[in-house]
């Protein structure tokens, strides 16, 4: 059995990638990280997702480095700004390195562990704004853990290729409920609606029920 | 000028990667990392180096991680062992993916402030036992950072190809004082002299003497 710690934010992708593990079979545990990201409140989607499976969860508190990664809309002082996910505008909501810093402490757990990977759920939507989402810095990235990890941890990146609405198809496939998801990056109560990651939300979910979400999982490998 | 985040343990390699910045007219500033290992005290040799050097230096806790890297006589219940630095005894004071976790949170301050560059002192000793210390773990990480980061942050290794006794005869040359670094994994007040890095130490300390500091130097790239 594929032993896998899953990286679960509590957004769209990552509770997908956590059904998706489960689904397939592994011994999943679950890591969620707090290092400051305004919509902390998406950590309590992650905690009930796992809490519905059975799977062991901890949130890492990253909060001491907020102060080192602040140039971000997420983590400092400037405005989230509304849009569409792939415009210019989005790139001051990347997190500086975010992906590598959580990665990297996911490995150290998984070898802690004598676990086999770590799973993340960026996915081909992510590609343009978001250098440390894309194929060839997960791939790059997977040398260098195994290179430097005992038991030659492996990244699974099974969404990298596809777009969120094929994800949204796969959820919609294996169960999961999209209403214990979170993906404003507001900080506030409700959906916005209105920022990059909740209109693109709002399009996956629309494109989603004309995609068969079967053969999308039968392309996917974990 | 090159702007470069030094990662600073306060240990013999570090401080002299630190004084070798400077020397070489770097731009820097220093990092070191709480990761709750016993011998914390080296962390007072980073910040007494920094200060000496007019390099601005932040401590980073991660203690918050200590729990999932617990598995290492460093950070966990295990005793730190004597022996030689290089022997099999002195696998379990690896600590599950430090660098990549180290390097992961500097690559992020780099990117935040726009600098160039990352550098760390591991060195060629250090690979028989630490795989997160092996010129190709660095090579992979640095291509990862690359492309995960729009300032295409990379990482600097001067001393990933030379020896221990090599980096104290560079530290002797451009003035680097020795009794300013702590190596001593056991956590006492006093170097003990007998674990492995003690040991390690002395070895260095005593063969730089025979070494010309002055054409090492001409040799490293940073």
Request: glycine share 8%.
């Amino acid at each position: 059995m594929t032993k896998t710690i899953a990286i679960v934010s509590g957004g769209m992708d990552s509770v997908t990638l956590l059904h998706l593990l489960k689904h397939k079979g592994h011994e999943v545990e679950a890591l969620s990280f707090d290092y400051g990201q305004k919509h902390r409140k998406e950590l309590d989607f992650a905690w009930l997702n796992c809490g519905k499976l059975g799977v062991k969860h901890q949130i890492v508190d990253l909060t001491a480095i907020t102060p080192l990664i602040s140039n971000s809309a997420l983590t400092g002082s400037e405005e989230v700004p509304d849009g569409h996910y792939t415009d210019e505008s989005m790139k001051v909501t990347v997190v500086p390195n975010r992906n590598m810093i959580m990665l990297a402490v996911a490995i150290g757990y998984a070898e802690n562990l004598g676990f086999d990977q770590v799973a993340i759920g960026n996915h081909a939507g992510d590609h343009a704004i978001y250098p440390d989402c894309r194929t060839e810095f997960v791939e790059a990235l997977s040398e260098a853990s195994q290179l430097g990890t005992y038991n030659k941890i492996k990244l699974a990146t099974p969404f990298t290729d596809i777009s969120k609405s094929d994800i949204a198809a796969v959820g919609n496939e294996i169960g999961v409920d999209y209403r214990t998801t979170w993906s404003c990056y507001k900080g506030g109560d409700k959906h916005c609606n209105t920022c990059g990651t909740c209109v693109e939300r709002l399009e996956a979910l629309d494109e989603a029920k004309q995609i068969d979400g079967k053969s999308v999982i039968a392309r996917l490998t974990v």
